[in-house]
T-cell receptor, first 113, second 112 residues
Framework: QKEVEQDPGPLSVPEGAIVSLNCTYS??????FMWYRQYSRKGPELLMY????GNKEDGRFTAQVDKSSKYISLFIRDSQPSDSATYLC?????????????FGKGTRLSVIA | DAGITQSPRYKITETGRQVTLMCHQT?????MFWYRQDLGHGLRLIYY???????DKGEVPDGYVVSRSKTENFPLTLESATRSQTSVYFC???????????FGDGTRLSIL
């Protein structure tokens, strides 16, 4: 079993829809969670960074962590065609640890106008 | 502007040739990373470096060599390129090994 699982998609939604992107993980030591957005032919860019459980909101984006289920989500409200990209989750046990981030494989999202 | 620059953006070469991909960062970050990204595999870590002259293997290091003589540069060399090394290569940097990483825009490498 991979440490981090992420449905590759593609996920296609109409403009204005609420999008839910998810990752599951197996290592209960993970405490810091990130979401990256990667546009075509570009590098990933950090979108959200959260610690432990709970929600974090930034504009139309909400990151949610459920440590009991080992499950993280990224919600996008009022999705726009400009949100079309690949979304990668990443996680680590500690922000001062000695091991690199573990990335999911990414979910490709298309928002259709 | 602080950032991370990869060169070249595109490269075509032949099997058996040596290829060096360049990465330069202006963030003054201690850590630098090389990944390859392939369909179905996502990002896979090749090598990373904590500081000048300190490097560590990642998940897929075979066939690759890295060096870090200056903090801001982290070149990746394919000593004898093979077709299986055709991929998109990303360089990244961060303040700590488990801190959020900043990525370059990648080098698209084709080996014929």
């Amino acid at each position: 079993q991979k440490e981090v699982e992420q449905d590759p998609g593609p996920l296609s939604v109409p403009e204005g829809a609420i999008v839910s992107l998810n990752c599951t993980y197996s290592n209960s030591a993970f405490q810091y969670f990130m979401w990256y957005r990667q546009y075509s032919r570009k590098g990933p860019e950090l979108l959200m960074y959260t610690y432990s459980s709970g929600n974090k909101e930034d504009g139309r984006f909400t990151a949610q962590v459920d440590k009991s289920s080992k499950y993280i989500s990224l919600f996008i409200r009022d999705s726009q065609p400009s949100d079309s990209a690949t979304y990668l989750c990443a996680m680590t046990p500690s922000n001062s640890g000695n091991t690199p981030l573990v990335f999911g494989k990414g979910t490709r999202l298309s928002v259709i106008a | 502007d602080a950032g991370i620059t990869q060169s070249p953006r595109y490269k075509i070469t032949e099997t058996g040739r040596q290829v060096t991909l360049m990465c330069h960062q202006t963030w003054s970050h201690s850590y630098m990373f090389w990944y390859r990204q392939d369909l179905g595999h996502g990002l896979r870590l090749i090598y990373y470096s904590a500081a000048a002259d300190i490097t560590d293997k990642g998940e897929v290091p075979d066939g690759y060599v890295v060096s870090r003589s200056k903090t801001e540069n982290f070149p990746l060399t394919l000593e004898s390129a093979t077709r299986s090394q055709t991929s998109v290569y990303f360089c990244a940097s961060s303040e700590g090994v488990s801190q959020p990483q900043h990525f370059g825009d990648g080098t698209r490498l084709s080996i014929l």
